[in-house]
């Protein structure tokens, strides 16, 4: 379960064996609290608020070292999927945003989650009947606007599984520069 509280996502896991309510902030900067079954959602919110300077701190310094390595690696393909989820779940969300309205059906943590794979031959696949997209680590070499279409592209799939005319019609009205941003993909991978 993914609640918010003073801007901070977070995920909630109920434990058997603990007294307290624990913050976990992981490397990609997601957040997650583990807590008594008994503690109710107010507690626990309440908690994450009062510890919110601290997680925005947190979260600061791991954007910082994966900015480190970033600036380390000129080789993409090294990179690991923190790294490329912390750039490619904002992006996901932005993809979100346009299509969310057209889609019924829902999805555990609020959208289709984002899968990195090591793929040579596609740049992103989805299956409509899962719960997430997944998506080339190669994409990392290419720019924000291509990586978003992407994704809005497999996202689109839970509308069309094909790609007839009806799927490319919802790319062109729900971003209408589609074509262009798709273009550093050409010849590509
Ligand atoms: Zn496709």
């Not at 996502?9 to 307290?20: A, H």
């Not at 979100?96 to 031959?121: C, M, N, T, Y």
């Not at 799939?157 to 273009?183: C, T, V, W």
């Amino acid at each position: 379960m993914i609640s918010e509280v003073k801007g901070i996502k977070y995920e909630i896991r109920k434990k058997r064996n603990v007294k307290n309510i624990n913050i976990h902030v992981k490397p990609d900067g997601s957040v997650w609290a583990s807590a008594p079954l008994g503690a109710s959602a107010k507690e626990i919110d309440t908690f994450i608020a009062e510890k919110a300077e601290w997680i925005r701190q947190a979260q600061a310094k791991c954007k910082l070292q994966r900015e480190e390595r970033l600036s380390r690696n000129d080789d993409m393909f090294a990179l690991s999927t923190t790294d490329c989820l912390f750039r490619f779940n904002p992006l996901a969300d932005r993809a979100w945003a346009l299509i969310r309205h057209r889609l019924k059906r829902r999805f555990p943590g609020g959208r289709p989650q984002i899968k990195v794979v090591d793929e040579k031959s596609r740049w992103g696949t989805c299956n409509p009947r899962q719960d997430y997209i997944s998506l080339s680590h190669r994409l990392m070499r290419m720019p924000d606007k291509t990586v978003e279409m992407v994704i809005l592209h497999e996202f689109c799939h839970y509308l069309e599984s094909n790609h007839q005319a009806g799927f490319h019609g919802i790319m062109r009205e729900l971003m209408p520069d589609y074509k262009e941003r798709e273009k550093p993909l050409k010849g590509k991978r």
